[in-house]
C-alpha cells in the first residue's frame, strides 16, 4: 500500500498544528501589551480626574479624559483582538482578521472627536475664563505617577515591538507593522508620555509666572499631541483596513520556493494581502512543464502549499494559478492601466 498520502497528511496537520501555536503565541503578546495598557490607564484616568476637580486646572482634567479615552480604546482592541480570532465561516470565508484594523481605525476617531476635542474646549474655556489653580502640589504627584505608570506600560510596547520589527528602524516598522494592537498601544503611550510634559510645564509656568491662561495653553498642547496621534494611527489603520500586501520579503520567499520545485518552469509572480494581524492570503502564477499531467500539478500545488506555509505560518491561503508569462504580463498591464 502507499504510505505517501498519510505521511503528507500527516505533514501537513503538523504544518497547521505549528501555524495554531505560531498565532496563539502571537495574540497572546498581543493581548499582554493591551491588558498592560489597559490596567494603567483606568487607574491614571481616576486620579487625574480627582486631582482635576480638586485642583480646577484645565491642563490635567484633558489628561483625565485622554486617560478615559485611553482606557476605552484598550477596551476596543481586545474586542478586535477577539473577533480578529474567530474562525472562517461561510460569510466570511478568509477569516475576521479585519475586524481588529476596523476597531484600530473606529479607536483613531475616538482619540480625535473626544481627546483631542475634549483637551480643546477645555483649553479655550481657561484662556476665555481663567481661574487659578488650587494645590498644585496635588497635579504634580498626579503626574509624577501617572509617567512612571505611562512609562512601564510604554517599556511593555516597546519590548513587544523590538521583537517584531527585526532590523528595521522603529519609523519604518511602524509603517510596515500589520498588528495595530502593538503599534497603537506603543503611539498612545509615547502621546500620553508627550502629554504629560506639556501638562507638566504649562502647570509650572502658570505657577511661576501666575498666568492661569498657560494652563489654557497646555490643555490646547494636549490636544494638539492627541490629534498627531489619532492622525498617525488612522493612517495606518486606514491602509490595513483597505487592503496591503504581506510583509516584505514574503513575496521573495513564495517565488523562491515555487523556483525550487522541478515541475515549475518558471514562476511569473506573487500578490499578497493582509487579512488580519496574522493572516496573508497569497496568489501565485507559475508556468508549468507542458508534459505533466493533472495529477502531476496538482501534487506539485499540494509541494507548493506544505512548504510556504511551512516557512511562513501567518500564511492562510495559497493559490496557485497555472498560467504563461505573456498572459501574466498582460493582465498586469492591463490592471496598471486602471490605476
Given at each position: 500500500m502507499d504510505a505517501r498520502p498519510d505521511k503528507g497528511g500527516r505533514r501537513r496537520a503538523d504544518i497547521e498544528g505549528r501555524r495554531r501555536r505560531w498565532i496563539a503565541r502571537r495574540a497572546a503578546r498581543s493581548r499582554l501589551v493591551v491588558y498592560a495598557a489597559l490596567a494603567e490607564n483606568l487607574l491614571i484616568a481616576a486620579a487625574k480626574l480627582a486631582a482635576g476637580l480638586a485642583t480646577g486646572s484645565?491642563?490635567?482634567?484633558?489628561?483625565?479624559?485622554?486617560?478615559?479615552v485611553d482606557t476605552t480604546n484598550e477596551l476596543l482592541l481586545l474586542y478586535g483582538l477577539h473577533r480578529a480570532n474567530q474562525p472562517p465561516d461561510a460569510e466570511h470565508p478568509f477569516g475576521h482578521g479585519r475586524e481588529l484594523y476596523f476597531w484600530s481605525f473606529i479607536v483613531a476617531l475616538l482619540v480625535w472627536a473626544l481627546g483631542a476635542g475634549m483637551a480643546l474646549v477645555e483649553g479655550i474655556s481657561q484662556l476665555r475664563h481663567p481661574h487659578s489653580i488650587e494645590h498644585p502640589l496635588v497635579n504634580y504627584a498626579v503626574l509624577a505617577a501617572s509617567a512612571v505608570f505611562e512609562g512601564i506600560s510604554w517599556w511593555i510596547a516597546v519590548r513587544e515591538?523590538?521583537?517584531?520589527?527585526?532590523?528595521?528602524?522603529?519609523?519604518?516598522?511602524?509603517?510596515?507593522?500589520k498588528d495595530p494592537s502593538v503599534f497603537s498601544v506603543l503611539l498612545e503611550d509615547s502621546a500620553a508620555l508627550a502629554g504629560l510634559a506639556v501638562a507638566f510645564v504649562g502647570l509650572l509656568a502658570a505657577q511661576l509666572l501666575d498666568m492661569p491662561r498657560l494652563d489654557g495653553v497646555a490643555s490646547i498642547g494636549v490636544a494638539l499631541v492627541l490629534?498627531?496621534?489619532?492622525?498617525?494611527?488612522?493612517?495606518?489603520?486606514?491602509?490595513?483596513?483597505?487592503?496591503?500586501?504581506?510583509?516584505?520579503?514574503?513575496?521573495?520567499?513564495?517565488?523562491?520556493?515555487?523556483?525550487?520545485?522541478?515541475?515549475?518552469c518558471h514562476v511569473n509572480g506573487v500578490l499578497t494581502v493582509q487579512m488580519g494581524p496574522h493572516q496573508v492570503v497569497a496568489a501565485l502564477s507559475a508556468e508549468f512543464d507542458d508534459t505533466l499531467t493533472t495529477p502531476q500539478i496538482e501534487a506539485c500545488i499540494h509541494r507548493l502549499e506544505q512548504e510556504a506555509m511551512a516557512r511562513h505560518p501567518e500564511l492562510s491561503s495559497l493559490f496557485v494559478k497555472p498560467q504563461s508569462a505573456e498572459l501574466w504580463r498582460a493582465r498586469r498591464r492591463a490592471w496598471a492601466s486602471l490605476s
Open positions: 484645565a491642563a490635567i482634567l484633558s489628561e483625565a479624559v485622554h486617560s478615559f515591538f523590538r521583537t517584531r520589527k527585526g532590523e528595521a528602524g522603529y519609523l519604518e516598522a511602524l509603517q510596515q507593522s490629534a498627531v496621534f489619532a492622525t498617525v494611527l488612522a493612517r495606518e489603520t486606514k491602509g490595513l483596513l483597505i487592503g496591503e500586501p504581506a510583509q516584505e520579503g514574503v513575496n521573495e520567499s513564495l517565488v523562491e520556493v515555487a523556483c525550487r520545485d522541478p515541475a515549475v
